[in-house]
């Protein structure tokens, strides 16, 4: 009896042990479960009981205790999940084990995954069940977040540049499909800078969300608005005929334009914009190319001024390419030496006699091809490459003149160098320009530099100051293609200046247009009363040479009396004078 009876104690002591410790485990267990915030259900398949613990208050609105069933929570999701959910929560009869499903609560703005285990016996069947709801809100809304950063410009809120072209991709595909047109609009808001810089980056910020908002209007199930960045946006219309043509939404961004936009600091500023269009497929049919070519085209546009439009058209596409490939080519065919100078001569038009020439450049590319400075002189000018190229000709025609004056002796003829603005503006200019005329031992009053009124659009005082630096050693100016600029008569007057060179274009017409021929005769009475040398250049023909003789101009250059020529050339052109 003793025995038995301490064992009994021994095992209700045991079972004691257990329980308490049991009932601390499940204390453990709740307080975990109540402040993870979720919700559980556990469902037994045998008993057919669900057992809920966690905050069901939060989800579904009634606490654990109270769950019925499944239809419960059904009453209370979004109705576009339900079918899912449902599918989620009767997960066995699919035979699945595990499914994550992410939902959203009806009436409110709260996202919820719901985790779904079911447990199978050896023959398969469903034995238990889990049911997980956590609440998922937080990262939803970091992800959309996410996601909408991905997709759309955040300034805006239109579509960004990626998504524009995937977009853009979908409508070339479709339209491939029901043989349509797509149109791309390249917009690029005009001096966009001088907003920027004038009124501040975050006045620039307004206006392009303010002109964005503007844009977005456009945009339905066949126009797809996007900003690429900065002031720039891009339309895709998908078969633009009718209301959604390329000309009814730019007369219609126009003519919203018209009026001021209006700034949250009280301030009004007036954009234009210029556009390029391209259109598939008759441009390309790739959504990138498509782009890039209303990009090219809107260049163009801009090109012409303020407020412009340029439809796709081949040759435009075809000199910016070959401009890319002159850039491409220019550095090393600087390095390889690949420039030559060319000299063109001058003629006195009284004594008939040489009065100077002119150095102009020439390339000649790797097949042998003469490249002309009208096409690579721009160019260089915007990358920068002149200030090398310019040294080049400044140093190789005063070399090749000094070997002239060396063989033929000093013969009073005029060696006109061109040069560019923006060499002309470098620090060193003056100095370089010095050093190299001692350097060849070159008579600086033979020594005429060309120079264009564009010169002195930023800075004349500057200028003018480093001209009079050179001319007092002797070098003599020239205002090269006068009468293309802005050509003020009256500001002539206070250039220090030498010569005026006539532009071809009144040579042109001089002959057949009257209005011309009174304003070249005009032009060549105030050159000769300021006492400047006048050349005309461009002459082509005789009656030209006579016309412009008889008016007074005292020399000329054309191919009337000679085209630029080698060096060899020159030199002939030497032992005859
Ligand atoms: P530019 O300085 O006005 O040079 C005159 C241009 O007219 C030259 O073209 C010359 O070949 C061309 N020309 C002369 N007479 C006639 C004529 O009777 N008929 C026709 N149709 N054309 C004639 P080029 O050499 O092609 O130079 C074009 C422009 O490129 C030059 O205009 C100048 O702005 C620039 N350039 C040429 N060489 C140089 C250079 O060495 N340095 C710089 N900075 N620019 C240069
Ligand atoms: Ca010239
Ligand atoms: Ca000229």
Same mark, same amino acid.
């Given at each position: 009896m003793q025995n038995s009876s301490s064992d009994n104690n021994y095992q209700i002591g045991l079972l004691n042990a257990m329980n308490s410790r049991l009932m601390k485990d499940d204390g453990i267990f709740r307080l975990l479960i109540e402040k993870s915030g979720d919700a559980f259900a556990y469902y037994d398949f045998a008993s057919r009981k669900t057992d809920c613990l966690g905050n069901w208050e939060h989800f579904f609105g009634f606490a654990s205790d109270q769950y019925v069933s499944i239809s419960q929570i059904m009453d209370m999701v979004e109705e576009r999940y339900c079918a899912e959910l449902y599918e989620c929560l009767m997960l066995e009869r699919r035979g699945k084990e595990k499914e994550v499903l992410e939902f959203k609560l009806a009436g409110k703005d709260v996202w919820v995954e719901l985790e779904t285990c079911v447990i199978y016996d050896n023959d398969k069947n469903p034995t238990q069940k889990t049911y997980c709801f956590r609440d998922i809100t937080k990262y939803r809304m970091m992800h959309d977040e996410l996601s909408f950063m991905a997709y759309y410009d955040t300034l805006t809120g239109l579509l960004n540049r990626n998504f524009f072209v995937r977009s853009l991709e979908e409508m070339i595909d479709k339209a491939e499909k029901e043989k349509c047109v797509v149109s791309v609009l390249f917009i690029d808001i005009d001096d966009f800078r001088r907003i920027n810089d004038g009124m501040g980056m975050l006045i620039g910020d307004e206006v392009v969300r303010k002109f964005g908002t503007m844009l977005r209007e456009y945009s339905s199930d066949n126009v797809i608005v996007s900003h690429f960045n900065g002031d720039i946006f891009c339309i895709g219309i998908y078969d633009p005929c009718g209301v959604r043509s390329v000309n009814n939404i730019l007369d219609s961004i126009k003519q919203r334009l018209g009026e001021p936009i209006e700034l949250s600091n009280g301030a009004e500023v007036n954009i234009t914009v210029c556009v390029g269009v391209s259109e598939y497929p008759e441009a390309s049919v790739e959504a990138v190319e498509l782009i890039n070519l209303a990009e090219i085209v809107m260049f163009k546009a801009k090109h012409r001024g303020k407020n412009q439009i340029q439809y796709f058209d081949q040759p435009i596409i075809q000199e910016f390419i070959d401009k890319v490939e002159i850039e491409q080519k220019m550095e090393k065919a600087i390095k390889n030496g690949r420039f030559f100078m060319c000299y063109q001569p001058q003629y006195d038009t009284v004594t008939q006699k040489l009065r100077g020439i002119e150095a102009l450049v020439r390339w000649k590319d790797e097949d042998g091809n003469i490249i002309s400075p009208g096409k690579f002189i721009p160019i260089a000018e915007k990358n920068g490459a002149i200030l090398q190229l310019g040294e080049f000709i400044i140093e190789?025609?005063?070399?090749?003149?000094?070997?002239? /004056?060396?063989?033929?002796?000093?013969? +009073?003829?005029?060696?006109?160098?061109?040069?560019?603005?923006?060499?002309?503006?470098?620090?060193?200019? %003056?100095?370089?320009?010095? *050093? &190299?005329?001692?350097?060849?031992?070159?008579?600086?009053?033979?020594?005429?530099?060309?120079?264009?009124?564009?010169?002195?659009?930023? +800075? &004349?005082?500057?200028?003018?100051?480093? &001209?009079? %630096?050179?001319?007092?050693?002797?070098?003599?100016? *020239? &205002? +090269?293609?006068?009468?293309?600029?802005?050509?003020? $008569? @009256?500001?002539?007057?206070?250039?220090?200046?030498?010569?005026?060179? /006539?532009?071809? @274009?009144? %040579?042109?017409?001089?002959?057949?247009?009257?209005?011309?021929?009174?304003?070249?005769?005009?032009?060549?009475?105030?050159?000769?009363? $300021?006492?400047?040398?006048?050349?005309?250049?461009?002459?082509?023909?005789?009656?030209?040479? *006579?016309?412009?003789?008889?008016?007074?101009?005292?020399?000329?250059?054309?191919?009337?009396f000679g085209k630029p020529m080698f060096v060899e050339d020159i030199d002939k052109l030497y032992k005859e004078n």
């Amino acid at each position: 009896m003793q025995n038995s009876s301490s064992d009994n104690n021994y095992q209700i002591g045991l079972l004691n042990a257990m329980n308490s410790r049991l009932m601390k485990d499940d204390g453990i267990f709740r307080l975990l479960i109540e402040k993870s915030g979720d919700a559980f259900a556990y469902y037994d398949f045998a008993s057919r009981k669900t057992d809920c613990l966690g905050n069901w208050e939060h989800f579904f609105g009634f606490a654990s205790d109270q769950y019925v069933s499944i239809s419960q929570i059904m009453d209370m999701v979004e109705e576009r999940y339900c079918a899912e959910l449902y599918e989620c929560l009767m997960l066995e009869r699919r035979g699945k084990e595990k499914e994550v499903l992410e939902f959203k609560l009806a009436g409110k703005d709260v996202w919820v995954e719901l985790e779904t285990c079911v447990i199978y016996d050896n023959d398969k069947n469903p034995t238990q069940k889990t049911y997980c709801f956590r609440d998922i809100t937080k990262y939803r809304m970091m992800h959309d977040e996410l996601s909408f950063m991905a997709y759309y410009d955040t300034l805006t809120g239109l579509l960004n540049r990626n998504f524009f072209v995937r977009s853009l991709e979908e409508m070339i595909d479709k339209a491939e499909k029901e043989k349509c047109v797509v149109s791309v609009l390249f917009i690029d808001i005009d001096d966009f800078r001088r907003i920027n810089d004038g009124m501040g980056m975050l006045i620039g910020d307004e206006v392009v969300r303010k002109f964005g908002t503007m844009l977005r209007e456009y945009s339905s199930d066949n126009v797809i608005v996007s900003h690429f960045n900065g002031d720039i946006f891009c339309i895709g219309i998908y078969d633009p005929c009718g209301v959604r043509s390329v000309n009814n939404i730019l007369d219609s961004i126009k003519q919203r334009l018209g009026e001021p936009i209006e700034l949250s600091n009280g301030a009004e500023v007036n954009i234009t914009v210029c556009v390029g269009v391209s259109e598939y497929p008759e441009a390309s049919v790739e959504a990138v190319e498509l782009i890039n070519l209303a990009e090219i085209v809107m260049f163009k546009a801009k090109h012409r001024g303020k407020n412009q439009i340029q439809y796709f058209d081949q040759p435009i596409i075809q000199e910016f390419i070959d401009k890319v490939e002159i850039e491409q080519k220019m550095e090393k065919a600087i390095k390889n030496g690949r420039f030559f100078m060319c000299y063109q001569p001058q003629y006195d038009t009284v004594t008939q006699k040489l009065r100077g020439i002119e150095a102009l450049v020439r390339w000649k590319d790797e097949d042998g091809n003469i490249i002309s400075p009208g096409k690579f002189i721009p160019i260089a000018e915007k990358n920068g490459a002149i200030l090398q190229l310019g040294e080049f000709i400044i140093e190789k025609s005063l070399s090749d003149y000094s070997k002239w /004056i060396e063989k033929y002796g000093q013969k +009073d003829i005029i060696l006109s160098i061109n040069i560019s603005a923006i060499q002309f503006k470098t620090k060193n200019f %003056v100095n370089y320009i010095i *050093s &190299m005329i001692k350097k060849y031992e070159v008579p600086p009053t033979n020594v005429e530099l060309e120079i264009t009124e564009s010169v002195f659009i930023d +800075d &004349m005082e500057d200028i003018v100051s480093k &001209m009079n %630096v050179l001319r007092d050693i002797g070098i003599r100016f *020239s &205002m +090269d293609d006068f009468g293309t600029g802005f050509s003020s $008569l @009256s500001y002539l007057r206070r250039l220090p200046i030498d010569t005026l060179k /006539i532009d071809k @274009s009144f %040579v042109d017409t001089v002959v057949t247009d009257g209005p011309t021929r009174t304003i070249a005769e005009a032009i060549i009475e105030l050159s000769k009363k $300021l006492g400047f040398d006048t050349i005309a250049e461009g002459v082509e023909q005789e009656v030209q040479y *006579s016309l412009l003789k008889n008016i007074g101009c005292e020399n000329i250059q054309g191919y009337f009396f000679g085209k630029p020529m080698f060096v060899e050339d020159i030199d002939k052109l030497y032992k005859e004078n």
